[in-house]
């Protein structure tokens, strides 16, 4: 198994920054993608922001240019740096870990941005 705790979320006003962490441990050997969705009350989960164990990463097209996704490989953690955060932006981000075609999720954490 794998555990993985999000923290960082919080109020911002518009134009402002947060930087989200997710700490991964359990079985993490052989752990490939990690990455970001977020999900809005009513909608799908929108896949955000993913970096591969090679250090590859893809973004959506609406943050591109304002986050920035990192990982810490050797503390096993992985990080969103968000720039220029927008009222669109609110939603609860989910730290996510891929391993052998298994999806582990985190519990969330919540990112408002006022207007």
């Known amino acids: 198994q794998v555990q993985l705790v999000e923290s960082g979320g919080g109020l911002v006003q518009a134009g402002g920054s947060l930087r989200l962490s997710c700490a991964a441990s359990g079985r993490i050997f052989g752990i490939n993608t990690m990455g970001w969705y977020r999900q809005v009350p009513g909608k799908q989960r929108e896949l955000v922001a993913t970096?591969?164990?090679?250090?590859?990463?893809n973004y959506v097209d609406s943050v591109k240019d304002r986050f920035t996704i990192s990982r810490d490989n050797a503390k096993n953690t992985v990080y969103l740096q968000m720039n220029s955060l927008k009222p669109e932006d609110t939603a609860v981000y989910y730290c996510y870990a891929w391993k052998m075609g298994v999806n582990y999720w985190g519990q969330g954490t919540q990112v408002t941005v006022s207007s």
């Open positions: 970096i591969i164990s090679g250090g590859r990463t």
